[in-house]
């Protein structure tokens, strides 16, 4: 079965930097579509940056310019690399993956991992 594995959450100061890497197995991950996506307490799940196939990408506005994310096919991992944080990037980070190639914020990812915490403090 499909398995993602998030790892690289942490606390950090405004301002600083983390590195998000998600493994995933049980897929042929070069025709996944990956994804980083983030809940904050109170907060719905919103999709912070989506990679596909053809590593075209999708970022939210609030993380344009701060994050990037990338895909390594070899390895079947997906990072986010998060620079210049700030206290509202607190959140669960969730990698997703999903067959479809479609990036923006309202499409469906089918397999989600377990997620790991991020906090920004201030």
């Known amino acids: 079965q499909v398995q993602l594995v998030e790892s690289g959450g942490g606390l950090v100061q405004a301002g600083g930097s983390l590195r998000l890497s998600c493994a995933a197995s049980?897929?042929?991950?070069?025709?996944?579509?990956m994804g980083w996506y983030r809940q904050a307490p109170g907060k719905e799940r919103e999709a912070v940056a989506l990679i596909n196939s053809a590593a075209s990408t999708y970022y939210a506005d609030s993380v344009k310019g701060r994050f990037t994310i990338s895909r390594d096919n070899a390895k079947k991992t997906v990072y986010l690399q998060m620079n210049s944080l700030k206290p509202e990037d607190t959140a669960v980070y969730y990698c997703?993956?999903?067959?479809?190639?479609?990036?923006?914020?309202?499409?469906?990812?089918?397999?989600w991992g377990q997620g790991t915490q991020v906090t920004v403090s201030s």
């Open positions: 049980g897929l042929t991950f070069g025709y996944y579509a």
């Open positions: 997703a993956a999903n067959t479809g190639q479609r990036l923006g914020a309202q499409v469906a990812y089918k397999y």
